[in-house]
């Protein structure tokens, strides 16, 4: 009988290819099999983020998964996890691309929950963009006793304003079409001289502009709003 | 006039060498100088985690700074940002080990306030430990418009308290002579089942153990409990 595959849940940042940990490196340019989510609509880039480390022998398989999470998706990670267990039952490793950390608001976590139970599994961790922002931004985030939250733009607009007027440090992600939301709550909070704006983290095209000059429509998905700790380092 | 320095915040992770990225691994390999906090209390373990990276031709700067990071000890990142400055001034580039993620609760920040404004200064994000604990546990930490609360154990037992009663997921840091109150916070917000235990995450002695098998007075400084999300992905 032939041993099974490992399942690999790879974090390989946020956008940076340099970003990728030594681990994540190795694995992914050792594994004879690779899966990654590929949509049409521009919010997926795990393949692009490694394209020059990956090999022309390697086999790719690209996972059409909805976005949107919700209860439709299911069969769309049913039918990614079955081309999955196919390679591990034929004995390969498969290295599953994820941006930023797997475990933080990562599509891995429907493939996890359908296949650690099966197969051998082990998650690298990445470098989220939710923390690799402060680097980019040169903001320090949160210093002894302050508490950082961590929220989606998605949440209705009270939850967001409850749970903002209380924080020492946040940052809000996946701001997209909810930014206009976002900055009318930072308004009326008295947070907007606090916050600051970046697109893109580590990527190519990485944009840092003051939050008043940020055009509401075109803001993309992959930007974020970081809110630094009044704390102050002495 | 010589040109100078360049500082790097560079992040190297929790405690696994291979959990350096590609890019602080160049940055390491290549410097002329490192600095690394240096004390005896066995909290700060930066240079053990990359010591096989270090030439034997660069110069070294071990940095005694104190631990808890109070008024008296100013003088100590004083004296340690002087240093830096000395090889920066030399044209030499230096760069700062962090373990973790320099910009989170790391004492990184107190030099990047001394030194960012006179020296060209880029930081290099890191795996915290706080995240990859995840990956460690097996255990996915948030979904969809989950509110994720990292906090340190070191915060009154009732602002603890108050956070935790409204937290969708949360990891609870630096834990250490605080676990006891901890635990009879966990145990009185009900939260005791969903709490995940452990020490050192990706080092070589990291442990997992279940919370209620906890010896108090053994925690660790590098030691947090996770609280994944209640939701679960379909």
Request: charged share 20%.
């Given at each position: 009988m032939t041993?099974l595959g490992?399942l690999y849940?790879?974090?390989?940042?946020?956008?940076?290819?340099?970003?990728?940990t030594?681990?994540?490196h190795?694995?992914l340019?050792?594994v004879?099999?690779?899966a990654?989510?590929?949509?049409?609509n521009?919010?997926?880039?795990?393949?692009?983020i490694?394209a020059d480390?990956?090999?022309a022998?390697?086999?790719?398989?690209p996972?059409p998964?909805?976005?949107?999470?919700?209860?439709?998706?299911?069969p769309?990670y049913?039918i990614a996890?079955?081309?999955i267990a196919d390679?591990?039952t034929?004995?390969r490793d498969?290295?599953?691309?994820c941006?930023?950390?797997?475990?933080?608001y990562?599509?891995?976590?429907?493939l996890?929950?359908?296949?650690?139970?099966?197969f051998?599994?082990?998650?690298?961790?990445?470098?989220s963009s939710?923390?690799?922002?402060?680097a980019m931004?040169g903001a320090?985030?949160?210093f002894r006793?302050?508490?950082?939250?961590?929220m989606?733009?998605?949440?209705e607009a009270?939850?967001?304003?409850?749970?903002?007027a209380v924080?020492?440090a946040?940052?809000?992600i996946?701001l997209?079409?909810?930014f206009?939301?976002?900055?009318?709550?930072l308004?009326q909070?008295g947070?907007?001289d606090?916050?600051?704006?970046?697109e893109?983290?580590?990527q190519p095209?990485q944009?840092?502009?003051?939050?008043?000059e940020?055009?509401?429509?075109e803001v993309p998905y992959?930007?974020?709003?970081?809110i630094?700790?009044q704390?102050q380092p002495?």
């Open positions: 041993k490992r849940g790879l974090g390989i940042g946020p956008g940076d290819p340099e970003l990728l030594l681990k994540a190795r694995i340019t050792t004879p099999v690779i990654y989510p590929s949509l049409e521009g919010k997926v880039l795990a393949r692009a490694v480390y990956i090999r022998d390697q086999i790719e398989i996972m998964l909805p976005f949107s999470l919700e209860r439709s998706s299911q769309h049913d996890a079955a081309k390679q591990l034929a004995g498969v290295a599953v691309l941006e930023g950390e797997p475990m933080l990562g599509s891995f976590m429907y996890f929950q359908r296949l650690a139970g099966r051998e599994t082990e998650v690298v961790p990445g470098i939710t923390l690799a922002s402060a931004l320090p985030i949160t006793n302050d508490v950082l939250s961590i989606p733009a998605t949440l009270e939850a967001l304003r409850d749970r903002l924080v020492d946040a940052v809000i996946k997209g079409r909810h206009a939301k976002i900055y009318q709550i308004e909070l947070l907007l606090r916050a600051l704006y970046i893109r983290v580590s095209n944009r840092i502009v003051p939050i008043t940020v055009q509401a429509q992959w930007s974020l709003i970081l630094p700790s704390t002495q």
